[in-house]
C-alpha cells in the first residue's frame, strides 16, 4: 500500500489497495487517523461491498431526507442530472451535524462523473483550530453549538431539495424536529486533537446566545476554517471511493458541471456523541 498526501493539511491518495479484500486494514485505519479524508482509485464496488468497507469503521446510519436504495436502506444515491443546477452537499458542512449522534466517517464511491468539474473540496476543521490564537481558543473551548437540519442560511431544507429533482427526497419539512447541541471544539477520541465543529448549513447560533449574538464569532469560524492552507481538493472518477472523518474535517461538492451527469453512492458510518 502506498500513501500519497494530497496537501500540507489533509487527505492522501492510497495506491495498491483492492477495498473488497481485507488486506492492510489496520494501515487503511492507520492512514484515516492521520490524513482524515482517504481516495481509493479503480474501486469495482456494488452496493454490497459498500455496506461491508463502511462496516470497517462502524455501524451504518439513516440519513433522514433522501430513500435508500431497494435492498440497502443505509446507501442512497447523491444524483444531479444535466437538466438540473441544484447539487447536493453544495456548501461546507460536516454530515447531521444536527443528529445527536453525527457519523464519524462518510463513504462516497463515484458511479458516473463529469468530464471536468464535480470535484470535492473538504477542510481540515482540526488544522484550522490549531491556527486560532490561544485567546480565541479558550473562548470557543467555552461554547456549545445548536445545529439544526433547517438549513436556514442556504435557503430552507424543502426550497433547497425541491431543486435536486433526482433524489428520492423526502421529510424535508420535519427538517426543524433536528435538533443537536454539541462542542464547537470537539475533541476527536482517538487522536485527542480539537476540531472546530460548526457550519453555516448547521449551526444557527451558541447555546445561551441569540442568534444576532452569535452571528460575528459564527461567521468568523466559519470563513477561517476554510482557509485555502486547511483545504484539499479530490477529483472524482468513476470508481473512485473516498472515505472522511467527520470529527475533524468539512466538505462542500463544487457545483460547476452544469449540463453533464454525476452519480454516487453514499454511506455514512459510527454514530457517535461529539465531545
Ligand atoms: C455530501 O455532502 O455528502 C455530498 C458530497 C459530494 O457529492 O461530493
Redesign the pocket.
Known amino acids: 500500500m502506498k500513501v500519497v498526501p494530497l496537501a500540507g493539511a489533509l487527505g492522501a491518495e492510497i495506491h495498491g489497495v483492492d477495498l473488497k479484500q481485507d488486506a492492510a486494514w489496520n494501515e487503511i485505519h492507520q492512514a484515516f487517523l492521520k490524513y482524515a479524508v482517504l481516495v481509493f482509485r479503480d474501486q469495482k464496488i456494488e452496493p454490497a461491498d459498500l455496506m461491508k468497507i463502511g462496516a470497517r469503521f462502524g455501524e451504518p446510519c439513516h440519513y433522514p431526507f433522501v430513500t435508500g436504495m431497494d435492498k440497502f436502506p443505509f446507501i442512497f444515491e447523491?444524483i444531479k442530472e444535466p437538466d438540473e443546477k441544484r447539487?447536493?452537499?453544495?456548501a461546507w458542512?460536516s454530515?447531521t451535524a444536527y443528529l445527536k449522534q453525527p457519523p464519524l466517517a462518510?463513504l462516497?464511491h463515484a458511479v458516473q462523473t463529469p468530464e471536468h468539474g464535480?470535484?470535492?473540496l473538504f477542510t481540515s476543521t482540526a488544522a484550522a483550530y490549531d491556527a486560532l490564537s490561544d485567546g480565541l481558543r479558550k473562548v470557543v473551548d467555552g461554547l456549545t453549538g445548536v445545529n439544526s437540519a433547517e438549513l436556514k442560511h442556504g435557503g430552507g431544507r424543502s426550497n433547497l431539495h425541491k431543486g435536486i429533482g433526482s433524489m428520492k427526497v423526502h421529510d424535508t419539512d420535519s427538517a426543524a424536529d433536528y435538533v443537536a447541541e454539541h462542542p464547537i471544539a470537539r475533541t476527536h477520541p482517538d487522536s485527542g486533537r480539537k476540531a472546530l465543529y460548526a457550519s453555516r448549513s448547521h449551526t444557527t447560533h451558541f447555546k445561551g446566545m441569540t442568534e444576532e449574538e452569535s452571528a460575528p464569532l459564527l461567521n468568523f469560524l466559519v470563513q477561517h476554517q476554510v482557509k485555502p492552507e486547511f483545504t484539499c481538493r479530490?477529483r472524482?472518477a468513476p470508481g473512485t471511493l473516498?472515505v472522511w472523518d467527520n470529527r475533524c474535517t468539512q466538505?462542500?461538492?463544487?457545483n460547476d458541471y452544469h449540463g453533464q451527469r454525476?452519480h454516487?453512492r453514499?454511506i455514512?458510518v459510527g454514530a457517535q456523541t461529539p465531545r
Open positions: 447523491v447539487n447536493f452537499g453544495g458542512h454530515d462518510t462516497l464535480g470535484d470535492t479530490v472524482w473516498t466538505h462542500n461538492a463544487v454525476r454516487m453514499r455514512t
